[in-house]
């Protein structure tokens, strides 16, 4: 049997929370979690004699960075000026050894020192890549990583293996049923059930049938599902798309312990000869981070792929799902009237339904997902223009106050159609706030007294649904998942915000001067729920 190679623990204070270990215990809570959706309990995995995860175990708790840069050296490689960090909450991290000017060149890895796969790797190996579906690309490369582990001293990585992190802290597919629950936002928590799901119909239908076949590439090794969802855990924190999203992504040792920020002072950048290198940006004095930016990610994307979350994301949205009856939730929650003083009814007449398809809000190529905020660095941007065309769509009381304008002029927040069209329009908006704030199962003010851990007392708990999620929180994951809502009811509340600066701009006759909207692009698709591995970045 070959020899596993060990990965190293989660560094710091990290490596006390023993739920970071991938322990079949908590995948079971998980698959519970999901099996309420479906999942007969019958079917939750057991230990393996022979899986990688029961029998891997730490090396230590430090990355061993002169061993990784030797191995890169040997490589013909080079590490100049990069060295390791504890960056406390964020883990290990790199910094600079010497004072470095921009465009100084790190590290170079040449293309023998990336994970990813190829026409020369073992046909066995590829042809199970291939039964992941293509949008799935992370857990491709997860397969290569976990083929690699198990050739142990063998393998051209093992340096690299034996230095990778035993868990990811933070990522929700690892959480307890309680931390899951704690998220309350469908979008991310529906995506963190069909990646468990897909991971567990994968372990279950082609993993666990491998051993003993001839196209087994894992040597008879009962790959469970513990290490399949650790493989894509690191693959997702640690990938980069180096040749594009046609190709295989790659995980580019060394250079993949750069922590994230959106200012960052580090770039990866491409070489000759498929080679990559990290590269100073700015100016660097010896001793600072170096930071790469992941990408301009919403929190779900980093809570998901990472584990962890920016506060006060410029990037961060808040993803509703468009249709005529959430309008009409915000026009009843809004008190919204028609013109003989009766609650608004919203009908879809036939010219309404028209605009609505010309805005990819109906009809068979229909894009039904709106974001409020997550315009980056105009922070203004929060309310989705298609949302607004929609509410001055349907609070029109003739057809001629819109038809014929155009998608761009009706989505045009500094150009009202009429005082009285718009009013109704944005309290129509702020009722819809309302409702997405109302979904949630605790307020903000709740979620900011659970994260000081202030213990609230029934009475503020509200009702008995509320007093069930207010119980303290017990672990880093319990508060980073209510960490992420509270973030998302921070934009709605902004939202709310603007949107009564505009009604008493409107209501005072003022010119409105900035957009103001959010920065799709007409008819353009509104950026997805994190689909990392599961789909393109
Ligand atoms: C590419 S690795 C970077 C190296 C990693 N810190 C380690 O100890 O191996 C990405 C992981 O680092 C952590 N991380 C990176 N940037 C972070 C940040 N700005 N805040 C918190 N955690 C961060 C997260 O755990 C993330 O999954």
């Keep these: 049997m070959p020899r596993l190679i060990p990965a190293r623990q989660p560094p710091g204070q990290l490596a ?7 322990t079949t215990r908590r995948w079971a809570v998980s698959l519970t979690n999901y099996g309420r959706a479906g999942v007969s309990r019958t079917h939750r995995p057991s230990a393996a004699v022979s899986s990688l995860s029961s029998a891997a175990a730490p090396s230590g708790d430090v990355p061993d960075v002169p061993e990784l840069t030797a191995w890169i050296q040997r490589n013909a490689g080079r590490v100049d000026g990069a060295t390791l960090v504890n960056l406390g909450a964020s883990g290990w991290g790199l910094k600079a050894a010497q004072d470095v000017q921009p465009g100084h060149r790190l590290i170079m890895l040449p293309a023998a020192c990336h994970l990813t796969y190829g026409v020369n790797d073992d046909p066995r190996l590829l042809s199970l890549v291939d039964k992941v579906p293509s949008d799935l690309w992370g857990a491709k490369l997860a397969l290569q990583l976990i083929y690699q582990r198990l050739r142990g001293p063998n393998s051209q990585f093992a340096t690299y293996i ?6 990811v802290p933070g990522v929700p597919m690892f959480f307890s049923k309680r931390a899951l629950d704690l998220i309350d936002y469908p979008p991310v928590s529906q995506q963190v059930q069909k990646r468990c799901r897909w991971l567990f119909t994968f372990s279950q239908q082609v993993l666990a049938k491998l051993p003993g076949t001839p196209g087994d590439p894992f040597g ?12 894509l855990a690191c693959v997702s924190s640690r990938a980069f798309r180096t040749r594009g999203p046609s190709h295989p992504a790659a995980m580019l040792p060394l250079i993949d312990m750069a922590n994230h920020s959106f200012a960052p002072n580090a770039e990866v950048l491409p070489l000759d000869s498929g080679a990559v290198g990290l590269f100073a940006k700015t100016k660097i004095a010896a001793g600072e981070p170096l930071l790469l930016s992941y990408g301009k990610l919403s929190n779900d994307f ?24 959430l309008l009409q939730a915000g026009a009843l929650v809004a008190n919204v009237t028609d013109a003989v003083g009766a609650p608004l009814e919203l009908s879809l007449a036939p010219w309404r339904l028209a605009l609505l398809t010309e ?40 057809e001629g106050e819109v038809v014929g304008r155009g ?21 129509i908006i702020a009722g819809v706030v309302a409702v997405a704030l109302s979904n949630f199962r605790t307020t903000l003010d709740q979620d900011l007294a659970l994260l000081a851990g202030e213990v609230p ?6 009702s008995d649904a509320a007093a069930d999620v207010m119980l303290p929180l017990a672990n880093d994951d319990e508060f980073l998942a209510v960490r992420f809502r509270a973030e998302k009811k921070k ?8 949107v009564a600066d505009l009604t008493s701009a409107l209501s005072n006759g003022e010119v409105r001067q900035t957009t103001g909207l959010a920065s799709t692009k007409k008819g353009s698709k509104p950026v997805p729920a994190t689909n990392k591995g599961f789909g393109k970045k």
Excluded at 457 to 462: I, R
Aim: proline share 4%.
């Design 16 to 22: 006390m929370r023993s739920h970071f270990l991938i």
């Design 162 to 167: 034996t230095n990778l992190p035993r868990g």
């Design 220 to 231: 008879g090794v009962t790959v469970d599902i513990n290490a399949m969802g650790w493989a």
């Design 302 to 325: 980093l809570f998901m792929d990472y584990g962890f979350i920016v506060l006060d994301n410029p990037y961060d949205s808040v993803q509703l799902r468009f249709d005529v009856g």
């Design 359 to 398: 805005l990819r809000l109906a009809g068979p190529s229909a894009d039904t997902e709106l974001n409020l905020g997550g315009g980056g660095s105009d922070s203004s941007a929060l309310v989705d223009r298609r949302l607004l065309a929609a509410a001055r769509i349907m609070v029109a009381r003739q």
């Design 407 to 427: 998608v761009e002029r009706l989505c045009a927040i500094d150009r009202p159609l009429s005082k009285e069209n718009e009013m109704a329009a944005l309290r």
């Design 457 to 462: 007392t029934p009475a503020a708990a509200g």
């Design 491 to 498: 934009i709605l509340s902004r939202t709310l915000q603007q």
